[in-house]
């Protein structure tokens, strides 16, 4: 099965920070890849799909990229709304979560 | 609009059973696949099942793997999940969720807490 990890667990940023977080997969996956954000107490909702594609709605901050095992998400200019748990997610077999990044203020 | 309602949490005792349902409106389910994942109180999600048109693809993760079994009613617009021989470690908040037009797992449930608990 594959593995997905994330990096880091916890990130500490201020508004107005460009921060990155990594996903990388044990093996090819390549460009099935979707970032999710989740708020306390509520569900999870798309962010990027297919690893650099913005899902409709989503602020332009967030973007994408990477390919085979190596991927990031990147936010441009933090916002007070982007301070959320964040994941990454295959789908070129069943879907598993990366284990989360937990972005708070510094 | 897609809507995907679950129901059935609450406190099992270890070793216990407990039947999750998942009712979907606002789309055609029967033509799409149907997928569990839960997280455990302050931790990450985790994918547990997945469900294919007709229910005969059913993967599992490890973890569940043996005691949980997925399966859908495509008369009846709604989703399952059979957890048998439950254990601590599978408290936490089971989401239903399907997917959009990009193949991710656009819509999503409001959950439901399971306790495993004596």
């Known amino acids: 099965d594959i593995q997905m990890t994330q990096s880091p667990s916890t990130l500490s940023a201020s508004v107005g920070d460009r921060v990155t977080i990594t996903c990388r997969a044990s093996q090819s996956i390549g460009n099935w890849l979707a970032w999710y954000q989740q708020k306390p107490g509520k569900a999870p909702k798309v962010l990027i799909y297919k690893a650099s594609n913005l899902e409709n709605g989503v602020p332009s901050r967030f973007s994408g990229s990477g390919s085979g095992t190596d991927f990031t998400l990147t936010i441009s200019t933090l916002q007070p709304d982007d301070f959320a748990a964040y994941y990454c997610q295959e789908y070129s077999t069943y879907y598993t979560f990366g284990q989360g990044t937990k972005l708070q203020i510094k | 609009e897609v809507q995907l309602v679950e129901s059935g949490g609450g406190l099992v005792q270890p070793g216990g059973s407990q039947r999750l349902s998942c009712v979907a409106s606002g789309f055609i389910f029967s033509s799409y696949w149907m997928f569990w994942v839960r997280q455990a109180p302050g931790k990450g999600l985790e994918w547990v099942s997945r469900i294919n048109l007709d229910g005969r693809d059913t993967p599992y993760a490890d973890s569940v793997k043996g005691r949980f079994t997925i399966s859908r009613d495509n008369a009846k617009n709604t989703l399952y999940l059979q957890m048998n021989s439950l254990r601590a470690e599978d408290t936490g908040v089971y989401y239903c969720?399907?997917?959009?037009?990009?193949?991710?797992?656009?819509?999503w449930g409001q959950g439901t807490l399971v306790t495993v608990s004596s």
């Open positions: 969720a399907t997917v959009g037009r990009t193949g991710i797992l656009a819509y």
